[in-house]
């Protein structure tokens, strides 16, 4: 296998960089990409097969050395780094058309989250609690990054990673196709004792520190929060967004799943 010397970007707007042992796995299983290269270090040689020779257009073996001067420490890229084609996503509309013969369904939105990390682990566990679809912003969230596909460890073969013009509009969307909108306001103490989750939810999610925007807020049929034990001594006020999510999605999926 030929080595290079200095990184290439994508050849087309198309493509992205996907970093991370699993994450790269699951991208070579989804036969909906194109590959376009493929960049590993010598102990991921036992990787290569017959299948992975056809459908990757280029494959370049690197030392450690220079996997770490191209892409940073293994940490980062686990001397994998895959360069494939985007996932088509859906549209709002077919989403929710599908939606209409579910009796069951779950979708989170996040208002302004916009860490790669973040979001990427709010996909790995949509994907585990059976939510097929997150919902953000064009202007205030991220394009899909490689720390956030690692960060969902695979989970973006099969969660949809949607942007929308006007976050508020889709929430009408979303009423007017049988959806409960519920918002997460650390503020209000009443999540397990008030309430019943809905079969059909839409979950929203503000950003960390400033939490749901208020004209989000009032959009939302009602506002819940995670009971929590907060320790002002050393000011743990609250939880991950990440972490709040998937305590959330695991409550509609046990209930519903």
């Known amino acids: 296998m030929k080595k ?16 991370g042992v699993h994450s ?20 991921h040689r036992s990787l290569i097969n017959h299948n992975i020779q056809q459908s990757v257009s280029e494959i370049i073996e690197l ?3 220079e996997m770490f001067k191209l892409f940073g420490s293994e940490n980062t890229h686990q001397g994998l780094v895959l360069t494939t ?5 859906p549209s709002l509309d077919e989403i929710l058309n599908e939606s209409k013969n579910k009796n069951n369904e779950v979708v989170v939105m996040l ?32 394009e899909i990054t490689p720390s956030m596909t690692k960060a969902a460890s695979g ?3 099969i969660v949809n990673y949607i942007k929308v013009t006007n976050l508020f509009r889709t929430i009408e969307k979303f009423k007017k196709n049988n959806f409960w909108v519920y918002g997460l306001d650390n503020n209000i103490k009443n999540f397990h004792n008030n309430f019943e989750i809905p079969k059909k939810c839409l979950f929203v999610f503000g950003s960390e520190g400033k939490g ?15 009971p929590i034990k907060s320790n002002s001594e050393f000011i743990i006020e609250s939880l ?14 046990k209930k519903y799943n």
């Open 111 to 142: 208002d302004q989250v916009t860490d790669p990390n973040n979001i990427g682990s709010i996909i790995r566990s949509s994907s585990l609690f059976n939510c097929k679809s997150i919902i953000v912003s064009k202007d205030n969230s991220p």
């Open 63 to 65: 030392s450690n050395r």
């Open 155 to 157: 989970a973006l073969e």
């Open 24 to 43: 790269v796995k699951a991208a070579l299983n989804n036969n909906k990409r194109k590959h376009q290269k493929l960049i590993l270090s010598k102990s």
């Open 240 to 253: 991950n967004i990440s972490n709040a999510c998937s305590i959330i999605l695991y409550e509609h999926y």
């Open 4 to 19: 290079i010397a200095n990184r290439k970007k994508p050849e087309n707007k198309g493509f992205i960089d996907i970093y």
């Open 85 to 89: 084609s985007n996932l088509i996503q």
């Open 212 to 226: 749901l925007r208020q004209l989000t807020r009032k959009k939302c049929d009602r506002i819940i929060s995670i």
